[in-house]
């Protein structure tokens, strides 16, 4: 889903704080330990996961890993590697909006067929009146064309409030909007892949994962699917 924004929280998400993927009808809790891809030219060649699996029958953890070959197997359940990634950009708001800090995350993607296509990624801040639409995310903002985050930046980002423009910014992590009302901190970048999970029973999740590092502290979410 184009720039998904990522609540706090959601009763598909048991544990979402503590980056934790658990739900009560998958006998499965699992955690994205690591993520990467190689490339060549602008052309992919492989992507990576490391996945973390605790068992809840006989609370066992076990890890695995996958990439664009095949599938690995853990008690029937498959696990496949999807070419699906991209970044997140999260922003934190502080201000009279809100009594509490809160924290929204946008997942970007982009065309990897287009040559210098940006990420991009659009939502709602979660129970704010404000519409982020990030139009252009760049990994390297000296070298365009990069795919890996060396100096990341947000080239255009477009603040709405009431269906009406208020401002357009280039933000780099860390750097803060200031508004009348409060300010939005961009807290953090990481990058996100995709995992096809296919049940015993022949049904499928989606489960993309995030690896969230930032302000000198650990931060994992995940987002959950169903494939109709």
């Known amino acids: 889903m184009l720039g998904e924004v990522l609540p706090l929280k959601d009763k598909n998400y048991l544990y979402i704080e503590k980056g934790l993927f658990a739900r009560s009808n998958f006998p499965i809790s699992l955690k994205l330990e690591n993520f990467t891809f190689e490339e060549k030219n602008r052309e992919f060649l492989d992507f990576i996961s490391t996945l973390f699996l605790y068992d809840h029958a006989n609370s066992n953890y076990t890890q695995i890993s996958l990439n664009l070959k095949g599938p690995a197997t853990y008690r029937g359940i498959k696990f496949y590697q999807t070419d699906k990634w991209g970044y997140v950009v999260s922003f934190l708001y502080n201000g009279s909006l809100s009594k509490q800090n809160i924290i929204t995350h946008y ?12 990420f991009r990624g ?20 000296m070298n365009p064309e990069s795919f890996r985050a060396e100096l990341p930046g947000i080239e255009k980002l477009t ?29 953090g970048v990481s990058l996100w892949t995709e995992i096809a999970i296919k049940h015993n029973d022949g049904s499928f999740l989606i489960y993309g ?14 987002r959950y699917l169903r494939r109709s």
């Open 159 to 187: 603040l709405i409030l009431d269906n009406k423009k208020i401002g357009q910014y280039t933000i780099l992590p860390g750097q803060i909007l200031k508004l009348k009302d409060g300010e939005f901190r961009f807290i």
């Open 122 to 141: 659009e939502g709602q801040f979660e129970g704010l009146p404000y519409y982020f639409k990030i139009e252009s995310f760049l990994p390297d903002m």
């Open 209 to 222: 994962g995030g690896l969230f590092s930032s302000l000198g502290g650990l931060f994992l979410t995940f």
């Open 107 to 118: 997942y970007l993607e982009h065309n990897p067929k287009e040559r210098n296509s940006k």
